[in-house]
């Protein structure tokens, strides 16, 4: 059906960026809201940030003025940009991708801040 692959995580030291991509391949309804949750220790998974096929987008206040979500239509892959990471960023960050009718999850990448 649908797959997707995480890559960019990694670690860093607070005040440090990354930049997370998430590439899908399969069957990609032409409109959908791609998005990145994460989930970290002791934690439930929690929203991070959501984009729709026309660029409408939307952020957990936690992370508002430090990351930054986009995507690329043509590659069929959205990112997340990261940056003034804090130790709490630190967390299993997983790609969602929402077609009418179902969901799917990628694998998850590790993004780990030390302080």
């Known amino acids: 059906q649908v797959q997707l692959v995480e890559s960019g995580g990694g670690l860093v030291q607070a005040g440090g960026s990354l930049r997370l991509s998430c590439a899908a391949s399969?069957?990609?309804?032409?409109?959908?809201?791609m998005g990145w949750y994460r989930q970290a220790p002791g934690k439930q998974r929690e929203l991070v940030a959501l984009i729709s096929t026309r660029g409408t987008t939307s952020y957990a206040d936690s992370v508002k003025g430090r990351f930054t979500i986009s995507r690329d239509n043509a590659k069929n892959t959205v990112y997340l940009q990261m940056n003034s990471l804090r130790p709490e960023d630190t967390a299993i960050y997983y790609c969602?991708?929402?077609?009418?009718?179902?969901?799917?999850w990628g694998q998850g990448t590790q993004v780990t801040v030390s302080s």
């Open positions: 969602r991708v929402q077609v009418p009718g179902d969901l799917y």
């Open positions: 399969g069957s990609i309804f032409s409109f959908n809201v």
